[in-house]
């Protein structure tokens, strides 16, 4: 692991770092905030999946997130979206291929090769962090935005357990029904809706449920003003759903908010204090 960049923040650091992965066979980058707690116990973690285009930097950068993290003891892991490199595959539209992994394992075409997003992490960045930064302990939540509010969610639902807590930010949360889900599920997946099914959100609440798991304390929010609301978000499926099966669900609509960085740190300390409740911190 190669140190990029470190620096003084909030009484913690905030660092970039790089590493080869044998899961997308390519080198990348993710960033850690380690709060100022991190310097004598250890700390839980909550991880940040960005949206389509983003890489490690923007919600390092815009969210606010590392203040509110240093007030209640969370490291924050920002990893990035896709594989990438010169070798990596590309395409010319914004949502697919580099900035556009959609957090699945691809099977087919020439994606398969590196768009493994979900083994990286799921499994070979979490490894990497646990023996790395050793102060980070094994207690988890996860979030995102847009495209990331669908990889944590799915994360989470796939695997019961492995986090403590998720919220998601705008999520794209019922993939297989929209455009952008569409498009990159048949580009990664195949042309057989039926092999989007474990990748789509609102379809593993339904398959988590029949099979008796409990489900993980879930926190949505959405803003009223977002442009992608009603055609590629679709956040009222999943919470329907939710409301149908009787499955906790704490839904929040924000007046007039889109879905800029702007929204997100307006909200950032909300999603930070209910994370912290449930990774057993002071909220």
């Known amino acids: 692991m190669e140190i990029l960049s470190e620096n003084f923040c909030f009484d913690g650091t905030q660092g970039v770092y790089k590493h080869y992965s044998e899961c997308c066979k390519c080198d ?20 940040y999946l960005s949206g389509l285009t983003c890489t490690h930097e923007n919600a390092m950068v815009k969210a606010a997130a590392q203040g509110w993290a240093a007030e209640n003891g969370i490291a924050l892991i920002f990893p990035d979206t896709s594989p990438r490199g010169e070798n990596v595959p590309n395409h010319d539209d914004y949502d697919l291929g580099q900035g556009a992994g959609f957090y699945v394992n691809a099977t087919h075409g020439k994606w398969a090769e590196n768009f493994q997003m979900w083994d990286y992490i799921t499994i070979e960045l979490p490894s990497l962090i646990f023996k790395k930064f050793p102060l980070i302990k ?10 990331g509010g669908h990889g944590a969610l799915v994360c989470a639902l796939k695997n019961p357990g492995q986090y403590t807590s998720v919220s998601a930010f705008a999520p794209i949360a019922s993939p297989s ?26 379809e593993l609440v339904q398959k988590n449920h029949a099979a008796g798991l409990i489900p993980q304390p879930m926190l949505i929010d959405q803003g009223t003003s977002d442009p992608f609301l009603t055609e590629q978000l679709m956040p009222h499926l999943f919470s329907s759903t939710c409301a149908r099966l009787n499955i906790p669900l704490d839904y929040r609509e924000r007046q007039g908010y889109d879905h800029s960085y702007y929204y997100i740190s307006s909200f950032i300390d909300e999603h930070l204090r209910y994370h912290a409740a449930y990774l057993g911190l002071k909220a």
């Open 177 to 202: 029904q929209c455009p952008w889900g569409q498009k990159t599920f048949t580009a990664y997946l195949g042309t057989d809706s039926a092999d989007w099914v474990p990748w789509d959100s609102n």
């Open 28 to 47: 990348m980058i993710f960033a850690v905030y380690l709060p100022p707690q991190a310097k004598v116990k250890s700390v839980p973690v909550l991880w």
């Open 138 to 147: 094994n207690a988890q939540g996860i979030t995102g935005h847009s495209m």
